[in-house]
């Protein structure tokens, strides 16, 4: 008996709302469905197409539940279809969530071929949403990226600068605290506390806005960042507007994080880092403005990049054209040319 590919596209829209959601139990119940279905569903376009979109929702799930390898690979096969089919806002979708997984596993050189992907789909268009997405995607390379570049760092200011108050941006604002957190951790960076508070701020109204997804999940954990480097690093008394969180206003952010996004476990092992180290520096000392040290000088550094210090292969960058950001520490990472190769978009 033949299902039509409604069928299937319904239960995969159930399926990510529940995850959006946070009902981990109907989230997973509906993907099972959507796949059981799938296999029942007719070949035509609209078949295809639900197809494309149930590997989507796949790649999506797997990347939540941490398993990145085969999110990716889903990826892929997904971003195959969506082109064969020319389906850009899907493909879109799709790059968007390879991207995540891939930055996660730390393919900083995939990471960028995703990203030049984007940005061929989304450049010439009016996809306000879309572009506030890839210069998100982007700030997160520039922080944790080890010197990769995408976009400019200006570039991706004066976007959110000009339409961070659209109407479509004001009701997202899952994607805009990872926006909003980004720009104050890079201003953090040199020291640049008044525009860090700026930034915070903003995130700090938006993340009760937020739910369980994906988007909502990583804006939460940059905003538990700004946290860890307002306790770390920032002087005393440098906030003029907003007064600063206590330790354990902070901490109570770690136990909220873990109560709302029990659908995105992929990112707990990282919160749980971040919390130890809120707890380890409850009582910071205070520092002089003459002492202070970088904010990326500090856990976030070890944790993310600990014992990563490897070799890496120039003529391969240089044969992507990738430009290098000096604000970000040199570590040097061994490319695998083979693996990238069978990556690109």
């Given at each position: 008996?033949?299902?039509?590919?409604?069928?299937?596209?319904?239960?995969?829209?159930?399926?990510?709302?529940?995850?959006?959601?946070?009902?981990?139990?109907?989230?997973?119940?509906?993907?099972?469905?959507?796949?059981?279905?799938?296999?029942?569903?007719?070949?035509?376009?609209?078949?295809?197409?639900?197809?494309?979109?149930?590997?989507?929702?796949?790649?999506?799930?797997?990347?939540?539940?941490?398993?990145?390898?085969?999110?990716?690979?889903?990826?892929?096969?997904?971003?195959?279809?969506?082109?064969?089919?020319?389906?850009?806002?899907?493909?879109?979708?799709?790059?968007?969530?390879?991207?995540?997984?891939?930055?996660?596993?730390?393919?900083?050189?995939?990471?960028?071929?995703?990203?030049?992907?984007?940005?061929?789909?989304?450049?010439?268009?009016?996809?306000?949403?879309?572009?506030?997405?890839?210069?998100?995607?982007?700030?997160?390379?520039?922080?944790?990226?080890?010197?990769?570049?995408?976009?400019?760092?200006?570039?991706?200011?004066?976007?959110?600068?000009?339409?961070?108050?659209?109407?479509?941006?004001?009701?997202?604002?899952?994607?805009?605290?990872?926006?909003?957190?980004?720009?104050?951790?890079?201003?953090?960076?040199?020291?640049?506390?008044?525009?860090?508070?700026?930034h915070f701020s903003k995130a700090r109204q938006l993340v009760k806005r937020?739910?369980?997804?994906?988007?909502?999940?990583?804006?939460?954990?940059?905003?538990?960042?700004?946290?860890?480097?307002?306790?770390?690093?920032?002087?005393?008394?440098?906030?003029?507007?907003?007064?600063?969180?206590?330790?354990?206003?902070?901490?109570?952010?770690?136990?909220?994080?873990?109560?709302?996004?029990?659908?995105?476990?992929?990112?707990?092992?990282?919160?749980?880092?971040?919390?130890?180290?809120?707890?380890?520096?409850?009582?910071?000392?205070?520092?002089?403005?003459?002492?202070?040290?970088?904010?990326?000088?500090?856990?976030?550094?070890?944790?993310?990049?600990?014992?990563?210090?490897?070799?890496?292969?120039?003529?391969?960058?240089?044969?992507?054209?990738?430009?290098?950001?000096?604000?970000?520490?040199?570590?040097?990472?061994?490319?695998?040319?083979?693996?990238?190769?069978?990556?690109?978009?």
């Amino acid at each position: 008996m033949f299902v039509a590919p409604q069928v299937v596209s319904t239960y995969v829209a159930l399926s990510q709302f529940s995850q959006n959601m946070g009902d981990r139990d109907k989230w997973l119940q509906c993907e099972q469905m959507a796949i059981q279905k799938s296999s029942l569903c007719w070949f035509s376009r609209e078949g295809l197409l639900a197809t494309a979109q149930l590997m989507q929702a796949l790649a999506y799930t797997k990347l939540c539940l941490g398993h990145l390898d085969f999110s990716i690979k889903l990826g892929f096969q997904a971003h195959e279809i969506c082109r064969h089919l020319k389906k850009p806002a899907l493909e879109n979708l799709v790059l968007s969530v390879l991207f995540r997984s891939a930055f996660l596993k730390k393919k900083f050189d995939l990471c960028v071929h995703v990203l030049e992907s984007q940005w061929a789909l989304i450049s010439q268009g009016r996809d306000v949403l879309g572009l506030a997405c890839f210069y998100s995607a982007c700030l997160d390379l520039l922080l944790y990226g080890k010197g990769l570049l995408c976009r400019p760092f200006g570039e991706c200011l004066h976007f959110i600068q000009h339409c961070e108050h659209s109407c479509i941006l004001n009701s997202q604002s899952n994607v805009m605290l990872g926006v909003h957190s980004s720009l104050a951790m890079w201003f953090a960076q040199d020291s640049q506390w008044n525009l860090f508070e700026h930034h915070f701020s903003k995130a700090r109204q938006l993340v009760k806005r937020t739910n369980a997804s994906l988007f909502g999940s990583h804006g939460f954990v940059r905003f538990l960042e700004c946290h860890v480097l307002v306790l770390q690093k920032m002087p005393e008394g440098v906030f003029m507007h907003t007064p600063p969180e206590t330790r354990s206003q902070t901490l109570k952010y770690c136990e909220e994080f873990f109560s709302r996004c029990v659908t995105c476990p992929v990112y707990h092992q990282w919160v749980s880092e971040l919390k130890a180290s809120i707890m380890r520096y409850g009582k910071r000392e205070s520092m002089s403005s003459t002492n202070i040290v970088r904010p990326f000088d500090t856990c976030l550094t070890r944790i993310w990049i600990e014992g990563e210090f490897l070799e890496e292969n120039n003529s391969f960058g240089r044969n992507l054209g990738i430009q290098r950001f000096d604000r970000v520490a040199d570590v040097k990472e061994n490319k695998d040319e083979e693996e990238i190769k069978d990556c690109v978009c």
